[in-house]
Every structure is written in structure tokens, then in C-alpha cells.
């Protein structure tokens, strides 16, 4: 963290992890000049899971419960890219019906994850009125993937080749009924929100992001289409069937707060769009590929010498991944969300890796908050939209670790099967990497700790607190 040496009366602040305007357990480390913000330095690592890893040692079909942890707030996303990888990697076809399922329960899931944004956002700026209307919507939509998938927040519903049941009767009749009604309330928010002049001036002109400066950072979804760029990956790849629907790609070119809040406001008139049109046109025929039950199963599967088919009362099925390497993505509600995936002609995924929009997304903030006010990085954090359990995905410093364990295993290298020297190399080379990270965070905490002790023997010797101690 770089603090100006000039200035001797700077105050260094922790905000977060458990300050409620955090959106998860974020670490903010603030070096404040009275109010205005000099320096923020992000601490990540409060909420590792070690997701990665637990999908190398899983079949797609027993990872599945476990990816709606990424972003718990837009659950169906994450089954999605979890399922298309492997369809991709095999060839195999989606049913015309299932796609169209998939579809409508994608941009449901888009408004709940867009309101859910909407209500905390105005929230942290001072009005509290939105956040008790959109959990009104918001609970019309859970009982809606009740209804379909049994789980009102951890579906569980995508599969290899389409969906895991077909529509129950009446279902689309509902959906339709709650699309005329949720027109009504996004204008009910327009009205109540767009042109409120306090709003206006917590949000206009905050966080600007130019259009080279998104692409440079590689940032993604309303971050990228609120400064300019005309990008959605459900135009650009056209997965999915999104490309046989009629709507618009909202974008706005201000590149502030209030140009992510409308883009957002957009979105959601968007999705109501493509979902009726779905609905209307859902055509007939399976919500599965049962051809796909015959695809490249393991004759022999095995894991760690047990047969892993009868921990669970209902045996998985074991697809092989063919051995290549691919990156899959989709248009979540907070950007593009992608896994880059390698098979190994086997049931598990020799390499799983997530690249989250949270965690990109959130690589500008410091930038962002660099002389601004204190009370604008609420803001500005809102704006960009983030999850923790999408941020802290992989497993810190033993990532490397595991990593050259298993590629020692992989290419036989253990000593009784090949050679004990280069045996040696991937724990030596795993080890040192491990002990540098330790010593540089080491040193940052020592740092750190020494500029707050500082801070504070300054401030405690100072004749005005001197006198009342």
C-alpha cells in the first residue's frame, strides 16, 4: 500500500470485513486524509472453499449441488457454465424444449440477482423504501423456481444434455402473469428512484470508468456496457437459444454509478422481453438427451481405490471427459462468468478453473476510490456489484501445492515408477513458492501493524488527549 511521506496527519482505517455495506467479508485498508480517501488496498481470502479443487475430484454430476455457492444469488448462471463446458467437450446436443427451459429460468434468475443488487445499493446510499419493495418481486420469483426445481435458492436443475424435469402444468401461465405484473413495479422504481435528486447526487458523476480503461482492466457485464461497450455474451456467442429472441443489448456511455444503475434497470425490462417470448414460442418434445446416458461412461470408475458409485444411495453417472482443453462462459447478471476446462479421458476434470466477473470486477475498485469522499466508496462498491463466495473461489496458497502433487501423479514421476530426482522438483519448487508468499504477507502485516501503532502513539501524544489521560 503506498502512503504519501509527506503528510503525517493520515489515518489508516480497516473497513470491513465485517462492516455491513461489505457485500461478504471484504477487507477494505484505507489511508484517509480527514475524509478524503488517499489509498485502499482490498483483502480478499475470508471465505476460500477450495471449489476448484473439489471439482477435480468430482463428476460433473456430484459437483453440480456444490456450484450454486459461487454467487448464491444467481444460482441457475453457475449450473449453467457448470453443464455447457462438458456438452461442449462431448458434442453433445441440447433438446430444443430444454434450451427455452433454460433460457426463461437464466433471466428470472437475472431480475432476482438484479434486485437483490437493487435493494442493498439504495440501501447503502441512505433509502431503505426499495429494499423492502424488491424482496416483495423477488419472492414471487423463488416461488416460481419452486415450483419448477423443488429449491427456492439451491436449484440443482441443470443437466448434461438439458434440464433434470419438464415445466409442471400451469407453470407458464404463472410466469407470464408475474412478467405483466413485474412491468408495472420496474416502472414503480423508476418513478420512486431515476429522478430523485438525492440519489442523483450520491451516484452522478461517482466511480467513472472511461471505455479504454474497462477493456484494459478486463472488466465485464454492466461495469462494460455502462462506459460505452455494446458486449453481451448472449449477442456474441449466441448460447443457448438466444439468439432466435427479439431484444436490445442496454448500455449507456457515462461510465458512473448512475450509468451502472440504469443499465441494470434496463436489463431487467430485457429479460421480461426474452421471457415471454419464450414462453410463448416453447416448442414440444424432451426436456433431456437420453442418448446422453450412453455416452462414454467408465467401465471401471474408481476413486482412491473405492467405487465412489455407492457412497450415495443413488448411484451418479460417470461420463468421460475426452482429453482436450476448453473455456466456456456465459452472461451473468455481474459479468462474464467462465471455467477454463481440461479432460483427461476420465470422470474428473484434470483442471477446473473459474474466472468469476466479481473477482475481475472488483481489481478497479482502488482506482475508483482515489480521491473521493469516504462516503462514496459505498457507492462505488455497490455499483460494481459483487459476491464473496465468487471472489474466494480457489484454495490461497496451497493451490500451488496440489496443483504439482497432482501433475507428479499424472506423469508418474513418484519413485516407484520413475525417477526419485524429479521426484524432488515439484514439492521443492511448490514449498519455496509457498514460503515467499508467507514471508511478503508476513512482512505486509508487520508493515501494516507498525504505520497503525504509529498512527496511534501520534495521536495519543498530543497535548489535547495527553491532558485527559
Request: glycine share 8%; hydrophobic share 40%; charged share 25%.
Amino acid at each position: 500500500m503506498n502512503v504519501p511521506a509527506t503528510r503525517k496527519d493520515l489515518m489508516i482505517v480497516n473497513m470491513g470485513p465485517h462492516h455491513p455495506s461489505m457485500h461478504g467479508v471484504l477487507r477494505l485498508i484505507l489511508t484517509l486524509d480527514g475524509e478524503d480517501v488517499i489509498d485502499c488496498e482490498p483483502i480478499l481470502g475470508y471465505l476460500h472453499r477450495g471449489m476448484e479443487k473439489i471439482a477435480e475430484n468430482r463428476t460433473i454430476i456430484q459437483y453440480l449441488p456444490y456450484v450454486t455457492r459461487w454467487d448464491y444469488l444467481a444460482t441457475m448462471f453457475t449450473e449453467a457454465i457448470t453443464v455447457n463446458g462438458p456438452e461442449q467437450l462431448g458434442n453433445i446436443q441440447v433438446p430444443k424444449r430444454a434450451g427455452y427451459i433454460r433460457v426463461v429460468l437464466l433471466e428470472l434468475s437475472r431480475i432476482a440477482s438484479h434486485l437483490l443488487w437493487l435493494g442493498p445499493f439504495m440501501a447503502d446510499i441512505g433509502a431503505q423504501t426499495p429494499f423492502f419493495y424488491i424482496f416483495r418481486e423477488r419472492e414471487l420469483i423463488y416461488d416460481l423456481f419452486e415450483a419448477a426445481t423443488g429449491m427456492r435458492m439451491m436449484h440443482n436443475f441443470f443437466r448434461i444434455g438439458g434440464v433434470a424435469a419438464d415445466l409442471p402444468h400451469g407453470w407458464i401461465d404463472k410466469c407470464l402473469d408475474f412478467c405483466d405484473y413485474f412491468l408495472t413495479r420496474v416502472v414503480e422504481y423508476q418513478q420512486l428512484i431515476t429522478q430523485n435528486p438525492i440519489f442523483l447526487e450520491r451516484v452522478e458523476g461517482i466511480g467513472i470508468v472511461g471505455g479504454e480503461e474497462v477493456i484494459n482492466w478486463g472488466l465485464s457485464g454492466p461495469m462494460l456496457r455502462a462506459s460505452g461497450i455494446q458486449w453481451d455474451l448472449r449477442k456474441v456467442d449466441n448460447y443457448e437459444c438466444y439468439g432466435e429472441f427479439d431484444w436490445e443489448v442496454q448500455w449507456q456511455k457515462e461510465g458512473d454509478s448512475l450509468a451502472r444503475y440504469l443499465v441494470r434497470i434496463g436489463e431487467m425490462m430485457e429479460s421480461v422481453k426474452i421471457i415471454q417470448q419464450a414462453l410463448e414460442g416453447i416448442p414440444g418434445g424432451p426436456y433431456e438427451n437420453l442418448e446422453i446416458r450412453c455416452f462414454d461412461r467408465e467401465k471401471e470408475p474408481e476413486w482412491n481405490d473405492f467405487e465412489y458409485r455407492f457412497i450415495s444411495k443413488k448411484p451418479s453417472p460417470t461420463f468421460e471427459l475426452p482429453k482436450q482443453e476448453l473455456y466456456v462462459r456465459v452472461e451473468a447478471p455481474k459479468g462474464e462468468l467462465g471455467i477454463f476446462l481440461i479432460g483427461d479421458q476420465n470422470s474428473f476434470p484434470w483442471r477446473w478453473k473459474i474466472r468469476p466477473p466479481g473477482f475481475i470486477n472488483l481489481q478497479i475498485l482502488p482506482q475508483l476510490v482515489k480521491r473521493m469522499k469516504l462516503a462514496d466508496i459505498m457507492t462505488i462498491l455497490g455499483s460494481i456489484d459483487i459476491i464473496m463466495g465468487e471472489v474466494d473461489r480457489p484454495l490461497g496458497v496451497l493451490q500451488a501445492l496440489s496443483d504439482g502433487t497432482k501433475l507428479l501423479f499424472k506423469e508418474n514421476l513418484i519413485p516407484s515408477r520413475g525417477d526419485s530426482r524429479l521426484f524432488s522438483i515439484g514439492p521443492s519448487i511448490s514449498v519455496i513458492s509457498i514460503l515467499i508468499s508467507y514471508s511478503m504477507n508476513f512482512h505486509t502485516c508487520i508493515n501494516i501493524n507498525k504505520g497503525v501503532d504509529k498512527k496511534l502513539s501520534g495521536w495519543l501524544e498530543t497535548p489535547r488527549y495527553t491532558k485527559d489521560l
